[in-house]
Structure formats: structure tokens, C-alpha cells
Nanobody, 122 residues
Framework: QVQLVESGGGLVQAGDSLRLSCVASGRTFGSYGMGWFRQALGKEREFVAAISRSDGRSYADSVKGRFTISRDNAKNTLYLQMNSLKPEDTAVYYC????????????????WGQGTQVTVSS
């Protein structure tokens, strides 16, 4: 069992930066593939970024070059650095853990956090 708690969301202006954090419980954080997803109001949850146990990374095209996913296994923490934010990045952001090496489809993830709201004003 893994519990995930996100933080770092907020209200920012277009062009600003935010860093999201996700702290995981348990001693096996390093054995999971991790991902960030987001869900805007009235839309389906979508993939943002994923990182494997060996630091392989995958990004959605919409965030490539602006967002960076990273992990610190010693701190049981997943990060999402978001730069050059746009109004269309507004959503609730969720971190998730998968027993697969890496995945971009939500149903392959076993554990989810409660989400943190990111709002980008124009």
C-alpha cells in the first residue's frame, strides 16, 4: 500500500512557474514507476509526465520543453517543475504510482493522490 500526498498548487499568472511535490508513504517508493496526470473541469484525466524506476522519462506533447518530472528516492518524493505556464494548464494535478516500469495510461496506475489545484490566469 502506498499513500500519496501532493502539494505546491496555487494561482499564478501566465508565464509563471510552479513546482509540485508528491510525498509517498512506505519504503518501496523507489520500486514504483511514477506519473503526473491532470484533470480540467469537465474533461477527462490526461497524462502529463511519467518517470521510471531508472529515471527514464516521458512527457505529453503539450508540456514537453516546459515541464520536468523528477524523483528523489531518498526523500520518497516526486516533483513536477512547471515553467512557462499557460491558462490551458489549469487543472487538478494528481500524482500516481504504478507497479509497471513506466506508464502513460491512468488505468495502469495502482495508487493515486488526492490532487492539487493549479490555476493559471491570463
Amino acid at each position: 500500500q502506498v499513500q500519496l500526498v501532493e502539494s505546491g498548487g496555487g494561482l499564478v499568472q501566465a508565464g509563471d512557474s510552479l513546482r509540485l511535490s508528491c510525498v509517498a508513504s512506505g519504503r518501496t517508493f523507489g520500486s514504483y514507476g511514477m506519473g503526473w496526470f491532470r484533470q480540467a473541469l469537465g474533461k477527462e484525466r490526461e497524462f502529463v509526465a511519467a518517470i521510471s524506476r531508472s529515471d527514464g522519462r516521458s512527457y505529453a506533447d503539450s508540456v514537453k520543453g516546459r515541464f520536468t518530472i523528477s524523483r528523489d528516492n531518498a526523500k520518497n518524493t516526486l516533483y513536477l517543475q512547471m515553467n512557462s505556464l499557460k491558462p490551458e494548464d489549469t487543472a487538478v494535478y494528481y500524482c500516481a504510482a504504478t507497479s509497471l516500469p513506466i506508464a502513460i495510461i491512468p488505468r495502469f496506475y495502482n495508487y493515486w493522490g488526492q490532487g492539487t489545484q493549479v490555476t493559471v490566469s491570463s
